[in-house]
């Protein structure tokens, strides 16, 4: 195992991982000492070093990652240059990474597909970082099996099973492995901000009864979930989450309702919530909000990966479930929101093993 560096393999190069990628130069050259978790397990986010990159799209394959997180259909803006990594991405099979809306927008590469397990062997990388379409839960689980054979530990930031696959659970404890899922849950996302909402009301003993929080963005992955099919598992882990929060069943809404090219990796989400107070009088909220998508899931995705390069050196396999239960939406068990984070804490200061 590196010893300075966090090393990283990543499967899909679009948004995300280009805000991932930007991440790392940026706090090369920016202090961190504003985040939540500047260092965690003597680890900057800077020491984060991507070391082999894969996707399908013939605009990134064969190209240098510094230049593949630019190149369409991304749209997560530049906010700075990234020099030459020396790491190409490779081409990874297609599978079910392709949904019939954003078919249009990809254009599959006709280089050959890389001996993925071979390939990730050769970069030294510890981790795998699954950043696919949602959807994709066969390409999701292909990448699993790759990490098992590669035998580095994964973080599916999809709404795929993988944690709660109890079959790859079982193999990743087999081998030793670490695996953190499902659905990443962003620094500021919908579902988080949501939650916090909803427990405070509930806290404060509000009987909620209808909520929704919808969104319209302009990534690919915007297009992708309005696939039916996919939209309703992206959605169904949404609202699975949500509905976790409270003690008991109210209407719940929660995902993408459109599709707008020019708004880029932005996202606007609108929150409903309503309910009856003291007397059975109405509260009624509604709120906006404006994210930069791609920025708002890197930020939970460093400390992830640094947490995650803790767990390989403390020789925790299967679901890690602190990290788990902070950092993604279906985690493996579901802990209120601020027992969440004190669970994350506890792991990264060496409080909890797992
Ligand atoms: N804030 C966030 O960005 C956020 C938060 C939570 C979850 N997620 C999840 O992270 C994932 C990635 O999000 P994104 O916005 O970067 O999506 P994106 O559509 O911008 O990127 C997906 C990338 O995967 C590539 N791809 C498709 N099929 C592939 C295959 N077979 N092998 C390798 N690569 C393949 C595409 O070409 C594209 O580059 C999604 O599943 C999303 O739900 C993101």
């Known amino acids: 195992m590196s010893e300075n560096k966090v090393k990283i393999a990543i499967v899909g190069v679009g948004n995300l991982s280009s805000a991932l990628v930007q991440s790392i130069e940026y706090y090369r050259h920016n202090s961190a ?10 680890f900057d986010i800077s020491d984060i070093e991507v070391v082999a990159a894969y996707d399908i799209d013939e605009r990134k394959v064969g190209k240098d990652l510094a230049e593949a997180i630019f190149a369409k259909p991304n749209n997560k803006h530049k906010v700075i240059d990234v020099p030459t990594t020396g790491v190409i991405v490779e081409k990874a099979p297609v599978l079910d990474g392709v949904s019939s809306y954003s078919a249009a927008e990809v254009i599959i590469s006709d280089a050959t597909e890389v001996n993925m397990i071979e390939s990730i062997k050769k970069s030294g990388a510890e981790l795998m970082v699954i950043n696919v379409p949602s959807g994709s839960d066969e390409l999701v689980t292909h990448c699993a099996n790759v990490a098992l054979e590669a035998e580095v530990g994964v973080i599916n930031s999809t709404p795929a099973p993988l944690v709660r696959n109890t079959e790859l659970v079982r193999k990743f404890k087999d081998k030793r492995l670490p695996m953190f899922g ?33 969104d319209v963005s302009g990534g690919l992955e915007g297009l992708n979930t309005l696939d ?6 992206k959605r169904g882990s949404k609202e699975e989450s949500l509905k976790r929060t409270l003690p008991y069943d109210v209407n719940i809404a929660s995902g993408t309702t459109d599709y707008l090219d020019f708004l880029g990796s932005t996202r606007l989400g609108h929150w409903w919530i309503y309910g009856k107070g003291f007397m059975g009088h109405n509260i009624k909220i509604d709120i906006r909000m ?30 890690v479930f602190s990290v788990c239960s902070h950092g993604f939406k279906i985690p493996p068990e579901y802990h209120s929101r601020l027992d969440s984070l004190k669970g994350f804490k506890e792991f990264i200061t060496a409080k909890r093993d797992a």
């Open 182 to 214: 499902d659905d990443l849950q962003s620094q500021t996302g919908g579902t988080v901000f949501h939650k916090g909402l909803l427990e405070v009301l509930n806290e404060q003993g509000v009987k909620l009864i209808d909520t929704y929080s919808l």
């Open 228 to 233: 039916y099919e996919r939209r309703s598992k």
């Open 33 to 42: 000492d504003d985040l939540m978790h500047p260092r965690i397990g003597g």
């Open 290 to 319: 404006e994210t930069d998508d791609g920025s708002s899931g890197a930020a939970s995705l460093v400390d992830i990966i640094r947490a995650g390069k803790m767990a390989l050196g403390r020789g925790v396999s299967g679901p």
